[in-house]
């Protein structure tokens, strides 16, 4: 059973486009973070929410927690060939027995065309 | 910084063989991680290390052997492993307190078991 269900599963898009990753979850999560990963690389990462309804921004990508605290989302606005990459959602539990355990969602495998 | 670095970068081994990999972070973080990846797949949580002790084993054989020095350090030693173990080896480190507990994750070590 997958803690944190990420959709779409692959997304190829044109060079312009705008896209949305959804990460979705009945469980509430203190903190969700965004990585990027490129092949044979490790993830890095992107950003972390914490605040129930937070959105942040780093320059064309917005990141949105939902106010219960168990969804987010993740905007690209005008994608570039350079954003191709796996983008993983990745909750973190509840500190009391999981010590920073994170739920990784299946993951994104984004690619945009020139 | 947030660096975390692994070597090696690569590793073909027979499975007879014992083999480490390494993991430094000089972030000091407190918590560090191992994780598994195969292809296009997320990270999958093998151990977790709190203040040098293992705090959590996620079921892994024991051909996978774990060890923390000290804090800046975190070892997998390798032994008598299958081809199925192939895959991405990442290595995370994370604060232990104050939260949240952002994983920063290293390049990975591409292990090939012939």
């Known amino acids: 059973t997958q803690l944190l269900e990420q959709s779409p599963q692959f997304l190829s898009i044109q060079e312009g486009e705008n896209l949305t990753v959804y990460c979705n979850s009945s469980?509430?999560?203190?903190?969700l973070q965004w990585y990027r990963q490129e092949p044979g690389e490790g993830p890095v990462l992107l950003v972390t929410?914490?605040?129930?309804?937070e959105v942040k921004k780093l320059k064309r990508l917005t990141f949105q927690f939902g106010d219960a605290r168990k969804d987010s989302s993740l905007h690209i606005t005008a994608a570039q060939p350079g954003d191709t990459g796996l983008y993983l959602c990745?909750?973190?539990?509840?500190?009391?027995?999981?010590?920073?355990?994170?739920?990784f969602g299946r993951g994104t495998q984004l690619t945009v065309w020139p | 910084d947030t660096e975390v670095t692994q070597t090696p970068k690569h590793l073909v081994m027979g499975m007879t063989n014992k083999k480490s990999l390494k993991c430094e972070q000089h972030?000091?973080?407190?918590?560090m991680y191992w994780y598994k990846q195969k292809a296009k797949k997320p990270p999958e949580l093998m151990f977790v290390?709190?203040?040098?002790?293992?705090?959590i084993n996620e079921s892994v054989p024991s051909r996978f052997s774990p060890e923390c020095p000290n804090s800046s350090l975190l070892n997998l030693h390798l032994h008598a492993l299958q081809p199925e173990d192939s895959a991405l080896y990442l290595c995370?480190?994370?604060?232990?307190?104050?939260?949240?507990?952002?994983?920063?994750f290293g390049p990975g070590t591409r292990l090939t078991v012939t």
């Open positions: 995370a480190s994370s604060q232990v307190a104050g939260a949240p507990y952002e994983q920063y």
């Open positions: 469980s509430v999560f203190s903190s």
């Open positions: 929410v914490v605040t129930g309804g």
């Open positions: 990745a909750g973190e539990a509840d500190r009391g027995s999981t010590l920073g355990r994170l739920y």
């Open positions: 972030m000091g973080h407190r918590a």
């Open positions: 290390y709190s203040y040098e002790k293992l705090s």
